[in-house]
């Protein structure tokens, strides 16, 4: 058996290299069979490309998921060997050649404005947000460099708040909105509660960054909504480019890094915070982290709820990640292959980066969302793991690991956006992986909604935050 899977894998390998088109000048040079897998080399033509090596386990009805590397993709090396599960049959290759980027590297930076004491505690008043501002903050917009979801150079945007209190050395938090339809309503241009977060962090003694994240701001392209690799990249090099903003103003900070974010913003403080210690531990230490109401199981609790009867406030959810990860992972040939009419020609416009989430919600079907799904699409996601969806879904988990720093999750009993058993799925496997500083989850305001529990969650990270800050 052993020998018949590594003959088939090859074949496939084979097949990859007679058709490879995506990378263009790139071609595999040699494979070798190892103990439990290959080895591989491939050349370029164009000088100084960096790659993506990515994989598929089946000839059709896949998509190419990049693989899981000591080192994060892309990268200059052009070798790589990779190991095959004793029970997988086959296994198809391919390199992505971009563009490299100068990760974090600061682009430009504008003066937004500056809040006094008394305009943040009168915002605050009117949010019922109960922190009292204790520094005048100064607010900024970034643009920077970074990387697309296929490790391509691109660039990015973010709101950076600053303390004004001069003489002293500030930790550095990175705060993560929520969901946006609306390219501008971002924390580097509008005022939202999104924004006051920021702000606030900043007005009690933090330097507070919150990444615009792809596709939004100043940003190009479709954001790709839930994405855990380009929330984590685009944050981290939010990070970056951050520092980089202060140590060119003379802005001490004291090399504490603190990570959260509230719904789609959770989801991406914990792809950050996993990011950050799997691959940047020599660059930042996560002081501690505070992901709050996220979908972490993106292919068990949000698969199942898709695929449910019932009907969750905000239809729209599942309308973005469909958008989403068609274009990240082109699930079907077309749009119209995934969705059915008249949604496969209503729903894309929406997309436009002008049209909010209500008005969307209008666009989608009340209940049963999953009815948008073209019926063999439905069957594959419930009865084959291999399909495409399933695997986008599954690509965007984040509980298979364990986190080091401590980390405190927090969820509302009455979310029914966000369902809190995301967080009890998440937390479960944290234990279950080992972790020993993974605190028990909270509920700030129980049998608070998704809207009502983003005030609670925040004050209360805040104040655990407010324990290690020094």
């Given amino acids: 058996m052993m020998n018949s899977r590594v003959i088939l894998a090859l074949a496939c390998f084979a097949l990859v290299l007679a058709k490879m088109t995506y990378a263009q000048n790139v071609r595999f040079t040699t494979s070798a069979q190892t103990t439990n897998g290959f ?30 590397s000591p080192q994060p993709w892309p990268t200059v090396q052009t070798q790589w060997n990779d190991t095959i599960s004793s029970t997988q049959l086959m296994r198809l ?19 937004v404005g500056l809040y006094s004491t008394n305009t943040l505690n009168f ?51 990175s705060y993560s909105h929520g969901t946006i339809t609306q390219t ?10 999104d924004t006051f977060a920021g702000l606030a962090f900043a007005s009690v003694g933090y330097a507070s960054a919150a990444a615009d994240l792809l596709g939004l701001g100043s940003s190009p392209g479709l954001h790709p909504y839930l994405h855990a690799r380009s929330e984590a990249t685009a944050s981290v090099d939010m990070l970056r480019a951050a520092r980089s903003f202060c140590a060119s103003n003379n802005i001490g900070l004291n090399g ?51 695929l449910s009867a019932r009907c969750p406030p905000n239809p729209y959810y599942a309308a973005y990640v ?12 077309s749009w119209s292959n995934l969705v059915v009419a008249p949604y496969d020609s209503t729903i894309p416009p929406l997309f436009n980066g002008n049209t909010g989430g209500s008005t969307i919600n209008s666009a989608m079907p009340a209940c049963n969302i999953s009815t ?3 019926p063999t699409v439905v069957s594959s996601l419930t009865n084959d793991p291999g399909c ?27 979310d029914q956006d966000v369902l809190p058993a995301n967080t009890q799925v998440a937390y479960s496997n944290f234990l279950a992986h080992g972790a020993l500083q993974v605190l028990p989850p909270i509920d700030p305001m129980p049998g608070a909604n998704h809207t009502t529990c983003a005030i609670p969650s925040l004050e209360a990270a805040k104040a655990w935050f407010d324990t290690f800050k020094h």
């Avoid at 495409?388 to 009455?414: E, F, I, M």
């Fill in 388 to 414: 495409p969806l399933y695997q986008a879904l599954r690509d965007n988990d984040l509980y298979r690991w364990k986190p080091v720093a401590p980390t405190q999750l927090y969820h509302c009993s009455g």
């Fill in 372 to 374: 948008v799904l073209w």
């Fill in 93 to 111: 290759y391919r390199v992505v050649a971009v563009q490299p980027a100068t990760r974090g590297k600061l682009i430009s930076s504008n003066f």
């Fill in 123 to 173: 915002y605050f008043s009117i949010y019922g947000v109960n922190i009292t501002a204790q520094y005048d903050v100064n607010r900024y917009k970034v643009v920077y460099e970074t990387i697309d979801p296929l490790g391509g150079r691109t660039t990015a945007s973010g709101g950076l708040f600053v303390p004004t209190q001069t003489g002293m050395n500030w930790p550095l938090v």
């Fill in 256 to 306: 504490q890094i603190f990570v959260t974010g509230y719904s789609e913003g959770g989801h991406t403080a914990m792809a950050l915070h996993r990011e950050l210690e799997r691959y940047h531990t020599n660059e930042f230490t996560v002081t501690a982290s505070a992901p709050m109401a996220g979908p972490y199981d993106m292919s068990g609790v949000e698969m199942n709820d898709i």
């Fill in 39 to 68: 080895s591989m080399q491939w050349s370029n033509s164009v000088a100084g490309q960096s790659y993506t090596l990515q994989s598929r386990d089946r000839m059709t009805n896949s998509i190419w998921l990049t693989l899981d």
């Fill in 184 to 193: 501008n309503q971002v924390p580097s241009v509008a005022l939202t509660e």
């Fill in 322 to 333: 469909l958008m989403s990860y068609q274009s990240v992972y082109g699930l079907a040939s």
